[in-house]
């Protein structure tokens, strides 16, 4: 079975402050996707970044970059300048067949 | 803009009484899905349709029924809602061509309260 795991459950920041969450996953398989997904309260998902298990070269869009290490099983983001509006429940996912979710870190960015 | 669109966004239903979800797409995707959100949790994967090939989760009840009767829309039905329905639905797309096969899309959900 596939599984993904946020060991942070919660988290807060500074605004303009970097913060880094957490994921790990477990899998056999080879060839996959991860992704970074940002849940605002008004709840609607929106992808943050992706990556693919065969690029060797971490994923960056903006403020937000990945960890990917693959051996490790591990696909953290680091968010750079926090701002307000990044506060948002973040799921990390893991993708072959079908999309599995981590729990979630709920991310607070404070003024 | 193309996009994923879910109606209503709240549903109110009482115990027991049928209830549809709404979901269309503009993106032209042929894969759509329907998830499960209960409060502070992951979504759950419920069924999603491959095309017109539909593909039920094993742990799916019964009562979660799904129609797509074209590419654009697809149907949640739950037939007897309970107590322990209430959640947050959402609907999602992913696309056709190998390169944003893997990416879903989703819509804004619908958040279904039962009385």
């Known amino acids: 079975a596939q599984t993904v795991t946020q060991s942070q459950p919660e988290m807060s920041v500074q605004e303009a402050e970097t913060v880094t969450l957490s994921c790990t996953y477990d899998?056999?398989?080879?060839?996959?996707?991860l992704f970074w997904y940002k849940q605002p309260p008004s709840r609607q998902m929106i992808l943050v970044i992706r990556?693919?298990?065969?690029?060797?070269q971490n994923a960056t869009e903006n403020r937000f970059s990945v960890n990917f290490q693959k051996a490790a099983k591990s696909f953290s983001l680091k968010i750079s300048d926090s701002q307000l509006g990044d506060t948002a429940m973040y799921f990390c996912?893991?993708?072959?067949?079908?999309?599995?979710f981590g729990e979630g870190t709920q991310l607070t960015v404070n003024p | 803009d193309a996009m994923v669109i879910q109606n209503p966004r709240y549903q109110v239903t009482q115990f027991g009484k049928p209830v549809t979800l709404s979901c269309s797409q503009t993106?032209?995707?042929?894969?759509m899905y329907w998830y499960q959100q209960k409060s502070s949790q992951a979504p759950k994967l419920l069924f999603h349709y491959y095309d017109k090939d539909f593909n039920n989760e094993a742990d799916t009840p019964d009562n979660f029924q799904s129609r797509r009767p074209n590419t654009s829309f697809c149907f949640l039905d739950i037939r007897s809602p309970g107590l322990g329905d209430a959640a947050m639905y959402l609907c999602?797309?992913?696309?056709?061509?190998?390169?944003?096969?893997?990416?879903?899309?989703f819509g804004p959900g619908t958040r279904l309260t039962v009385l």
């Open positions: 996912a893991f993708m072959t067949s079908r999309l599995t």
């Open positions: 899998t056999s398989e080879n060839n996959y996707y």
């Open positions: 990556q693919e298990a065969y690029k060797q």
């Open positions: 993106l032209n995707h042929n894969v």
């Open positions: 999602a797309t992913s696309g056709r061509q190998v390169w944003d096969y893997n990416e879903q899309f």
